[in-house]
């Protein structure tokens, strides 16, 4: 069965703190993104990977970085972690965008 | 201006019931998705659409791709307490992501 694994379900952080949040594919997929769900809101693209290296802003690229050192990892960062973003964060990845996500059960970030 | 309207935002239903849940846009799009997300979980894929007028069967659930490729239905028949969660529907844009709209939040009571 392919799976998108998060390192952690829940996390708290404090304010100001640097933040990682990891995400590895098992499935050699070329694409990963980073997403933030909110309720009322959807889920929001952060940013997002077509290749190693590679990095593309999403529609709310403020506040975070990324990481794509291996093919089949994709880190967020949160570089001075704030209380707006408090949220369940999403990572996905897939072969080719058409074919749709395959999603990680989500880490849902808490900052105090 | 959302990009997607999605509705009802909530719904609770008793088990058995039907139920029909729209996505709706001003655009155009090439594909659409259906997702369902359970809680605590990632949303997994349940069907793509590409094609004005496709239907396509997924056991109970049947989805519906508008004709004009702007808009698309989610019917469920004899709903389950299985079938509980948020219906997430996403389109392809900038033909390099999706995007999601803010769900339907699905309860059916045993």
């Known amino acids: 069965d392919v799976k998108v694994t998060q390192s952690s379900r829940y996390l708290v952080k404090r304010t100001g703190e640097k933040v990682f949040l990891e995400c590895v594919q098992d499935m050699d997929h070329e694409n990963m993104f980073w997403y933030r769900q909110d309720p009322g809101l959807g889920l929001r693209l952060i940013y997002f990977s077509y290749d190693v290296k590679m990095k593309e802003k999403g529609d709310i690229p403020e506040g975070y970085s990324v990481s794509r050192e291996k093919k089949e990892r994709f880190s967020l960062i949160l570089e001075s972690a704030s209380t707006n973003q408090t949220s369940m964060y999403l990572c996905?990845?897939?072969?080719?965008?058409?074919?749709?996500?395959?999603f990680g059960s989500g880490t849902r970030l808490t900052v105090v | 201006t959302q990009l997607l309207e999605q509705s009802p935002q909530f719904l609770s239903i008793q088990e058995g019931e039907n139920l029909t849940v729209y996505c709706n846009s001003s655009s155009v799009f090439s594909s659409l998705q259906w997702y369902r997300q359970e809680p605590g979980e990632g949303p997994v894929l349940l069907v793509t659409?590409?094609?004005?007028?496709e239907v396509k069967k997924l056991k109970r659930l049947t989805f519906q791709f508008g004709d004009a490729r702007k808009d698309s239905s989610l019917h469920i028949t004899a709903a389950q307490p299985g079938d509980t969660g948020l219906y997430l529907c996403a389109v392809l844009y900038n033909f390099n992501k999706f995007y999601f709209g803010s769900g339907t939040k699905l309860n059916v009571k045993p």
């Open positions: 659409v590409v094609t004005g007028g």
């Open positions: 996905a990845s897939t072969r080719t965008v058409a074919y749709g996500y395959t």
